[in-house]
């Protein structure tokens, strides 16, 4: 059995796809038609570079402790294995290393949850260096509590006492190489971790850092579900030139770009790395330095898949994530995205209904943009105040700031000052006063 785990990878492996769905999940609001759950697992696997040569979905009472789906069901995909000649079986659910061993035993060949294949799939696409050092991060996390269920050779813990009764608790002097391998294993692993954070902690300092500069900029971070069209919308915006493609998890590395969305107003986004329903814990926790900068954002676009027939798991998968890592508070303006590939207008007309506050574009053609940009203007701005203020004639940079944020209504000359009356965005109060007027008197807010 060791050998069937020699490798998580699935890489132009034949693949089996089984999904086990608990009865009572079929009965929400967001329940789907036999075989919509593999949808996004075959995605996920293709990602990963697997052939999905079969699909199985069960339904589900309760979860069967030994095999997740019951020995039964198991014997069927033994079945199915040698019928498609796989290699490798792939469970949209997360497994215990006992299922996953029992799986194993039963179908002679490797078995992956959903977990592993996300894992997987960050593997190979992670480029930079703090990207690989937060892969394998999480993939240590996830594989440590898992080395006593997942290897074999770490089984024989009776050691040289055999069958005796004190080799069998592993008394004194009968410990056996399965058990010391085990140990050894434990702290290559625990002291691995050790040095990874230790690392990340020196990138996430210098991330802190390069945030920490940028606080007199308005930030915006862009987030949503994995492929929809994130990195495309960065691209239309600011032509930063960022990988584009067709496929779950292109891109794991924040980019940041300067953007004027309008005249006077110049922000900071930031494009991250996608989300994915039941995204691993260990993944989330890794990538925190990396999600940094949705966290210090102060305005996050949510773009949207109108296209996807489970858009609406989609947006609640991306909610429960922002909530996980203290963002759902954040103020968010939500943005339709891909809405020339809907193919039913009711669809369209449903998502508008739900989320009347949405922007609808499409990054790749340019739909839209133009109201986005709006948007984005009157969020950067937020309410309007009318104010009066009272300068020097020589400090142009007081006059400039009113000319590029707000809109000057009336300018009056006296001696050696002026006295402007203005109207200026909210947000943008603080910035002039940072500039220290001799005089600044709110008229109306």
């Given at each position: 059995?060791?050998k ?8 132009k ?9 608990l ?13 919509d ?14 052939v ?81 050092l ?15 269920g ?59 850092r ?12 862009i ?56 995204l ?17 954002a ?33 103020p ?17 007309e ?9 922007v ?26 009318l ?22 209504i009336?300018?009056q ?33």
């Amino acid at each position: 059995m060791e050998k069937l785990r020699q490798t998580l990878k699935v890489r132009k492996e034949r693949a089996i796809l089984v999904a086990a769905v608990l009865r009572k999940e079929f009965t929400g609001p967001h329940s789907h038609s036999d075989g919509d759950d593999l949808i996004e697992l075959t995605a996920l696997a293709e990602s990963a570079g697997a052939v999905v040569v079969d699909r199985f979905q069960q339904k589900i009472r309760t979860i069967n402790p030994t095999t997740y789906i019951g020995k039964g069901k198991a014997d069927q995909l033994a079945k199915r294995v040698k019928r498609f000649k796989a290699d490798v079986i792939i469970f949209d659910n997360d497994l215990s290393p006992a299922q996953i061993r029992e799986l194993e035993e039963i179908i002679h060949i490797k078995v992956l949850d959903r977990s592993e294949l996300i894992l997987d799939i960050f593997a190979t696409r992670a480029k930079t260096k703090q990207a690989q050092l937060q892969v394998e991060l999480a993939q240590l996390e996830y594989t440590y509590p898992r080395l006593t269920g997942m290897w074999s050779h770490l089984d024989s813990v009776a050691g040289a006492g055999g069958a005796t009764t004190a080799g069998v608790v592993g008394a004194i002097g009968t410990r056996g190489p399965g058990e010391q391998q085990l140990e050894i294993d434990r702290r290559l692993v625990s002291k691995r971790i050790r040095d990874l954070k230790r690392e990340l902690a020196n990138i996430d300092n210098r991330r802190i850092r390069e945030i920490d500069a940028r606080k007199g900029m308005f930030k915006i971070c862009i987030v949503g579900y994995t492929n929809a069209g994130k990195s495309t919308l960065l691209n239309a915006l600011t032509n930063a030139g960022v990988l584009v493609e067709d496929r779950l998890f292109a891109t794991l590395d924040t980019r940041t770009r300067k953007w004027m969305p309008a005249k006077g107003v110049e922000v900071l986004i930031s494009d991250t790395v996608g989300f994915v329903k039941n995204l691993p814990h260990q993944l989330v926790a890794s990538f925190k330095a990396t999600l940094e900068e949705t966290v210090n954002a102060d305005l996050l676009l949510h773009i949207i898949d109108a296209s996807n027939p489970d858009v609406l798991r989609q947006i609640e998968s991306v909610d429960n994530v922002l909530v996980e890592i203290g963002c759902g508070k954040k103020p968010i303006l939500k943005v339709l995205n891909k809405v020339d590939l809907v193919r039913k207008i009711g669809d369209l007309e449903m998502l508008q209904t739900l989320f009347p506050d949405a922007v609808s574009v499409s990054a790749k053609s340019g739909l839209g943009l133009e109201h986005l940009s709006a948007d984005v203007s009157a969020k950067y701005r937020g309410d309007e105040i009318l104010l009066r203020v009272c300068s020097s004639q020589a400090d142009g940079r007081m006059q400039s700031f009113l000319r590029a944020h707000g809109t000057i209504i009336k300018e009056q000359y006296l001696d050696s000052s002026v006295l402007i009356d203005a109207r200026l965005g909210r947000n943008q109060l603080p910035g002039l006063q940072r500039l220290h007027p001799e005089n600044l008197e709110i008229l109306q807010n």
